[in-house]
């Protein structure tokens, strides 16, 4: 990718210039759902969304492997494009990393560290990671945020339509779409404060450390701050190279990932809402490590009880009792919407109906499609029994959708239900 070491466009005028034209030039028409072009087309559009950073590269990101979002003839060179902006978005310079370092804990890095390495080994959207070791030896991965980052996430949280389409990405509605945007700026925001990020991993960690399929990364708090983060170095398997393992290998790492998601959303009450391949590691044994906590939801514990109801009976087949517990989950009262709303949640819950089931692409584009057309269809009802969907369902279906597409890749068959049986309580 290009655009090592260039200026992020902070203010939010030169932001909406240069995304008007990434559209105009690039063909990053392609997240307006207009008609695509060529390889080129999809290639430039990464690296200018991989430039711009801040959301306008979550976007990117999220279009590039939630299956359902670019149309099917468009998305093959489009992903292809978009995995290089997941693996490896424009890195900022040395010379400015350091100065945040230093600025950050206070000391100079040849003190803070024993190695260094000016070379990032990733770069996202908000920071890029260092490979490091600390004075007692510990080798570490040190999360540092893209100078000037900031401005230009605040540039685009201020940018209505591209906020509308980030939404638009996992099937949210306009018509609910003020609520949902306070939702997405307030957990944005937050991705910027590694401090709160720590802290959740830090939580993340204590409640999986019984957990022997399920790896979360150590946090260093002395080298860390509000914009740098360190945390133990993981050694593993990439997303590319695990989908190319034996059948039982991608089959265990399918498990450990499905223990983490629901076993941290339904008894932890949090869920990592940045489900993206790059945020894993695979390692032997069937071992997930999970990295990345900068966008975690919170789960209050009237929404673990409904949603470990309706868990719960999909998991042990009981159709009767996962309508009536997703009609309380969702708020439902009958009528056009509450049909559409349950078919749909029965087609959600398919893994665990169905299981032994196997994820495919085609299944979770069909799913995002599915949601897309609940609240516009209903509306056209004139019922009244449209209800808007619960506060926290855009980072949700970032999470499910997402999640699903990244087992999808994996293509291997799994008993989701007697996962779900294992650690959920009895009712």
Known sequence: MSGKGRKIPGSRLGRLARLASVSARTGANMLLNREAATEEVARKAAEALGTLRGVAAK?????????????????????????????????????????????????????????????????????????????????????????????????????????????????????????????????????????????????????????????????HPRHSGRRVLTSQFIRGYSFDEARSAPEAERAAWARAMWRFVYRGTLVGGMFNADPHPGNYFFLPSGQVAFIDFGCVQPVTPERRRLGSATHRAASTGDRREFERAGREMLGLRGGAHERRALAYLHEAFRPQFDSPFRMTRSYVAALVDQFRQIATASIRERDGSFVSFPPGVFFLNRLQFGFYSVLARLDVEVDYAAIERDFLPPA
Do not use: C
Not at 143 to 157: C, T, W
Not at 200 to 214: E, S, W
């Open 59 to 219: 976007v990117g990101q999220m279009a590039g492997y939630v299956d359902g979002v670019i149309p099917e003839g468009q998305r093959d060179a489009y992903e292809k494009w978009m995995q290089k902006l997941l693996a490896a978005a424009p890195a900022s310079s040395p010379a400015a990393i350091r100065r945040l370092v230093e600025e950050e804990l206070g000391a100079p890095i040849d003190q803070l560290f024993v190695e260094w390495s000016e070379t990032p080994i990733a770069s996202a959207s908000i920071g890029q990671v260092h490979r490091a070791r600390l004075p007692d030896g510990q080798e570490v991965a040190v999360k540092v945020q893209h100078p000037g980052v900031a401005r230009a996430v605040e540039s685009d949280l201020q940018n209505a339509g591209l906020l509308e389409r980030t939404v638009a990405v996992v099937g949210g509605s306009k018509l609910e779409s003020r609520r949902i945007l306070e939702e997405v700026r307030t957990r944005f925001r937050e991705e910027l404060d590694y401090q709160i990020e720590a802290s959740r991993q830090q939580r993340f960690a204590d409640f999986f450390r019984d957990d022997p399929q399920v790896v979360v990364p150590a946090i």
